[in-house]
């Protein structure tokens, strides 16, 4: 990982993931799983930001399973 070739250790930061889909998705649920906080993600019509933290499975429910906008995530 480029973090770990430059002495970084992705636990503990705080990220934002550009998109919101699969491939956003899975991303986020392997950072959050290194320890990292992903606070935000976005689609074509728009971002989320979840201090607590972006949930991937209510994401993966809304964009993939729905197949609704980010904007969702906040109802």
């Not at 970084?8 to 934002?16: A, E, N, V």
């Not at 950072?31 to 994401?59: F, K, N, R």
Request: hydrophobic share 35%; net charge negative; proline share 1%.
């Amino acid at each position: 990982m480029m973090l770990n070739h430059h002495g970084y250790d992705i636990k503990g930061m705080k990220i934002s993931v550009s998109g919101a889909g699969n491939v956003a998705t899975y991303a986020i649920m392997k950072a959050q799983m290194m320890g990292a906080h992903v606070l935000t993600c976005s689609d074509s019509t728009g971002w989320i930001y979840d201090e607590q933290g972006i949930d991937p499975e209510l994401l993966k429910e809304i964009k993939e399973e729905r197949r609704e906008r980010l904007s969702e995530y906040i109802k």
